[in-house]
């Protein structure tokens, strides 16, 4: 895997570090797309896993676009627009498609500015923690391009329409006190403690069982756009599969005997 995206697993919990600090994590490259795909793929096929937290190293969580090479086109963009158009679909859209596809819950610890591309990172993840410094904007605008990695499908589902609209037409930075205000993330801790909070959330999450946990998010992802008896179909198939487990059986069992549960997976 490339040093690119850091992999470190503790027991079910997995923290992926965006480790290119000298430019501020910048997510263009195609050494951090395969990075995180490839780091997303090895979770997804590691039943131990139960959550992951994406965090980056240094002082930004992620600058998006590496803006001298947007300049230069040495990435995506290209003097053919048709090629511009592949070399999206081939590159940072993997990103999102990944994280799409990712079936455990992923928290974003956002230490920094997280901006353009970083931002809509963030916004892949689950859930979000900012440290105080932290700093988000949606801003394509001011580099007169728009959102080409799902901002403007998540954005809005998470802030609502209309700051959504605000954020991205004006391309405006906000602060974590404000992120925290219109809902874009979930809380604000100091700088120091960002991590240690992170990881408490993602013990949290996985203590639970990891199949209902991955079934649970796959109903909260496909929720966003199925109609109810579509959903309610796709639930009762999942229930069926979550009844059958040994996880369940304990969990009814412990509960009933007023212990903690021992979950493993089965």
Known sequence: MSDAVL???????VTLTLNRPEIRNAISAE???GGIESALDRINRDTEVRCVIVTGAGTAFSSGGNVKNMKAKSETASDLPANTRLNYRSGIHRIPQAFEALEVPAIAAVNGHAIGAG???ALMCDMRIAGESAKFAESFVKLGIVSGDGGGWLLPRIVGYAKAAELSFTGDMIDAKEALAIGMVSRVVPDAEL???ARKLAAKVAANPPHALRMTKRLLKDGQYMQMANLLQLAASMQAIAHATHDHEEAVTA?????KPVFTGR
């Not at 992999?7 to 919990?13: F, L, P, R, T, W």
């Not at 509960?255 to 212990?259: A, I, S, V």
């Open 195 to 197: 991590m240690a909070e």
């Open 7 to 13: 992999y470190e697993q503790d027991a079910n919990i």
């Open 255 to 259: 509960f009933l005997e007023k212990r």
């Open 119 to 121: 931002c809509d990172l």
């Open 31 to 33: 050494e951090m797309i």
